[in-house]
């Protein structure tokens, strides 16, 4: 053995070193494509070594190893924690025979192919190496049609029913409240869910159908067992070195050492349960769909900007103006400049009107707003309760350009209710600035 690739091979092993030398030296030993390393590398993996090691041993045998390689570190799968994981997907998407190893055993194990991420399966989709795109397209199209697309349809009918939002709280109370957490009732053991990018009915119901879908890795549950005799049920938020971090099912975190572990194993699936889809009857469904789309976090707050009931004048025309409208999301601002919306930035921006609508009917909409046109164009949306408009956002000669737009007509029912403006797609750059949208009803012919 050459004397650097000795000393690469020492330093790996040496247990007393930083997590990041051991990796270092692991990948310079397969840059030497030394295979006689492969069984050395292969003992590197294991809950109570530092995950960079893991990491870099498993990058290494994807550069020197065989299918069998492959195929043996997948059958570790459920002992494996997030990060490495990921790594074993990655090693696994760069090389085709370890791709198609990895498709067979996504198709065998639902836990790994639910780990698979939307890049990951475009990327194998698209693959240079016919036999493992045509192997990727069966597998991903065979998960279509499982039971759980079959409740999917089954649920549809709640989209067409009045959501009760008192009941969706009580339901959300009793089935959700133990790990989410909206308007101060529950804990947050899974995603906050007043922040969510997607808070379509269709995405909800996914989310409550098919937990194990697009499953974030920090949120798989790990059963975690220590030396101390401990059994721990929780997902993995985070881990260093030395340690992982636990989100226990209580709404607790909890630290354990590696070197206190006993043994980690996944069970493979989100924390949350499946089955909620079959527990609760469609209209249960639609009323805490509408529950959670309702409950925001606080809005936020800016000079100048005082949120109110807005009524409409006397001949009719109501004027949703942004000093009246309620603030929501990380990136938008009021100003007192022209009195507009600003800094549209995110899809998770929102403005929201408290609107007493004076009669039924057929209203015409017009938007004032600036939008310069180097930016992208843009579809927003307005959204009333039984009715939408999306249209492209105005260019206009530069942000201090306010001009009034229509962009088509929405209808309204008397009575107090809510009027929300969105982005309606990924916002490019930026949405516009916004004085106002305004109201008026047309008459009947
Ligand atoms: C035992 C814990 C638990 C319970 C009970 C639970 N959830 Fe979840 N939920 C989670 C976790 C963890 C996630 C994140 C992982 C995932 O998407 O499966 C999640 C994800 C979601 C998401 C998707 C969030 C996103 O970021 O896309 C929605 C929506 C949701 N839950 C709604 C509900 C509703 C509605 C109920 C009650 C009917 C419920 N959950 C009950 C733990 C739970």
Partial sequence: MEPVIALAASSARD???AGSVRAEAISLLSAAGQRDQLPFLQSLLGYEIPFEVQSAAISAMGELGSKDDAQMLLKRWNQLGPAVRRSLVAA????????????????ADPSILNSLTDSDRQRLLASSV?????????????????????QLEALQVADSLKGDTAHGRELFTSQCSMCHKVENVGRQVGPDLTSLTDRSFQAMLTAIVDPNAALEDKYVSY???????????????SETGTSLTLML??????????????????????????GLGTAIEPQGIADVIAFIQQARPP???????????????????????????????????FSTRYRQLENWLSERDEVAWQVD????????????ASC?????????????????IIANTPPTKNENDFRVRPIGTIKLSAGRQEIVMRAAAPIKRRLLDLRGVYLSSTPKQ
């Avoid at 059963?223 to 938020?237: C, D, F, P, Y």
């Avoid at 100048?304 to 103006?321: F, H, T």
Wanted: charged fraction near 25%; hydrophobic fraction near 40%.
């Fill in 15 to 17: 247990e007393s070193a």
């Fill in 92 to 107: 696994c998407i760069v090389k085709s025979d370890w791709s198609a190893a990895l498709l067979d055993a996504a198709n």
């Fill in 130 to 150: 016919v036999a493992v795109r045509e192997r990727a397209a069966e597998v991903f199209a065979a998960a279509h049609t499982s039971p759980v697309a079959e």
């Fill in 223 to 237: 059963l975690v067992t220590t030396k101390a005799g401990e059994n721990l049920l929780g997902s993995i938020a």
């Fill in 249 to 274: 099912t209580d709404g607790n975190e909890r630290t354990v050492l590696r070197k206190d572990l006993q043994g980690i194993l996944s069970t493979g699936k989100s924390l949350m349960p499946e």
């Fill in 299 to 333: 809005h936020s707050k800016f000079p100048g900007n005082e949120p109110q009931l807005v009524a409409a004048d006397s001949s009719g025309r109501i004027e949703l103006l942004a000093t009246k409208a309620y603030i929501y999301g990380p990136e938008i601002r």
């Fill in 357 to 368: 609508v004076p009669n039924d009917g057929s209203y015409t909409v017009e938007v004032e």
């Fill in 372 to 388: 310069e046109s180097e930016v992208p164009d843009n579809t927003f949306q307005i959204i009333a309760a039984n009715d939408r």
